[in-house]
Structure formats: structure tokens, C-alpha cells
């Protein structure tokens, strides 16, 4: 859902690459009407998704009513966890880049290549 309705690069770089700049202007609005449609939809499935999440929750705890504390602490434990881990997982590459762009010697390129691929990890 995500590669089809909110990734939009390769449409901009096929309007990009168009060497008139009259067939671009006429890509480019053919472009945006595109886009604004698979953001509208990608809004209104979220939303739908979202509620049918919620009346399940409201379900689950009318019938667990028990496990309505441990629910509430796991759900606020991976929201945090889920806020936390980007950091983690951009500050360890940009550290490694850091040392190896900025060290004294300029033979540190396999520090580089380390971050690129901790990156797409």
C-alpha cells in the first residue's frame, strides 16, 4: 500500500526528465491530479483501517475486561519504543560518517562504506 499510494519520486523524475517544457507543464498537471488522488485514497483506507482497528479494541476489552491495564501499558510501551528506535538507527550511521569525513587521516573509507550499509539495514 505504501509503494503504490504515497511514493511519488518516480513520477516527479518522469516530469523531470522530459526534455519540452511544454509536454512537462502538461505531465506535471496530469502528475498532481495522479497524486492527489492516491493521497486522498491513501487517507480515507487509513481512516477506514483506523476505525475497524478500534471498534476490534473496544470489542476486545468489553470481553477481556481483565486485560485492559496490560493492553493500555503495552500499547504506551511500543509507542515509545516506536518514537526511540528511529534515533538509534540514524544516529549510529551519521556517528560512523562523522569520524571517518572529519578524521585527521583520509584513508577511512571503509568507516564510510560501514555507515552506508548499516543505513540500509
Not at 32 to 60: D, G
Not at 80 to 97: A, E, V
Request: glycine share 0%.
Amino acid at each position: 500500500m505504501l509503494h503504490f499510494l504515497i511514493l511519488t519520486d518516480k513520477d516527479i523524475l518522469e516530469v523531470k526528465l522530459q526534455s519540452k517544457k511544454d509536454l512537462a507543464y502538461n505531465m506535471k498537471k496530469q502528475k498532481l491530479k495522479y497524486m492527489k488522488i492516491k493521497f486522498a485514497l491513501f487517507f480515507v483506507l487509513n481512516f477506514i483501517l483506523l476505525v475497524l482497528f478500534w471498534y476490534y479494541l473496544t470489542c476486545f476489552n468489553a470481553v477481556y475486561q481483565n486485560t485492559q491495564i496490560y493492553l493500555i501499558e503495552n500499547t504506551f510501551i511500543s509507542f515509545g519504543l516506536s518514537l526511540f528506535y528511529p534515533f538509534i538507527i540514524n544516529i549510529i550511521p551519521t556517528i560512523i560518517r562523522n569520524y571517518s569525513i572529519h578524521s585527521k587521516n583520509k584513508n577511512k573509507r571503509c568507516f564510510y562504506k560501514v555507515s552506508q550499509y548499516i543505513q540500509v539495514i
